[in-house]
């Protein structure tokens, strides 16, 4: 049996979608899950211990990284997902390191994370001619890391994981990532394929999209459904 892949993951994001894949590949990977909220609850020893114990660590946290920078990474796979600031700099995936003009530009807020990943993996595609191939493969998987995380929900976790494991040597198969529109109509009913096209009147609901849709999509389908009850009851009431 080929041997597990171990992955710390800390993570501001907090939905069912993350366990569950985590739970799926686990034939494959270990993944231990640190919420980044609970990081203050760590000894540095004890954090440090379980980022020597992973061959690949990766790290979405907003803001001040706090005890992260007190912590060494070495030559440990390090993935920054989204912010971490100083921490980026430090970010690697087997021969590729983040360049120091692309580690400036990394920022605490998701929201144009797409787009920062668009552009890295343009400037990462011009300097290829120069790259050796090693290190030009080495970053596109790290950027492909990202898009994985950027897009969200089980299909690009699990996914993200299978990645992972295949960089590191393991023979498993993973699936391209799923992109999703960075804005469009979505109904819970209809999911993105919603049309608006009729003439009744309408209620826009702006939530996010992307890495943050699960933990809007409940709040969103309770109201949609607060607001279909309340127009049959006053529909009702005109018979």
């Not at 270990?30 to 540095?44: A, D, Q, T």
């Not at 609901?205 to 709040?219: A, L, N, P, R, S």
Request: hydrophobic share 40%; net charge positive; charged share 30%.
């Amino acid at each position: 049996m080929n041997k597990q892949i171990k992955i710390l993951l800390i993570s501001t994001i907090v939905n069912k979608s993350l366990k569950e894949a985590i739970r799926s590949v686990s034939d494959f990977c270990e993944v231990k899950l640190i919420y980044s909220h609970e990081l203050r609850s760590f000894e540095k020893k004890e954090l440090q211990n379980l980022v020597d114990w992973a061959d690949v660590v990766l790290v979405d946290f907003r803001g001040d990284p706090g005890i992260l920078n007190e912590i060494k990474f070495g030559e440990k796979d390090f993935i920054a997902l989204v912010g971490g600031g100083s921490l980026v700099t430090k970010a690697k995936l087997g021969k590729f390191r983040i360049p120091a003009k692309v580690a400036s530009s990394f920022i605490s807020d998701p929201a144009s994370l797409k787009k920062r990943i668009e552009n890295i993996q343009k400037a990462i595609e011009t300097a290829g001619k120069i790259l050796p191939f090693g290190v030009l493969k080495d970053a596109r998987n790290y950027i492909k890391t990202l898009r994985y995380w950027a897009n969200g929900g089980y299909e690009n976790y699990r996914n993200m994981f299978l990645h992972l494991c295949r960089v590191k040597g393991l023979d498993v198969e993973a699936k391209d990532p799923l992109e999703f529109p960075d804005f469009g109509f979505y109904h819970p009913l209809y999911g993105f394929d919603y049309k608006p096209i009729d003439k009744k009147p309408k209620i826009g609901i702006v939530f996010y999209g992307g890495m943050h849709f699960e933990q809007c999509q409940k709040t969103l389908t309770e109201m949609v459904n607060w607001f279909r009850k309340r127009r049959f009851e006053y529909s009702s009431s005109l018979q």
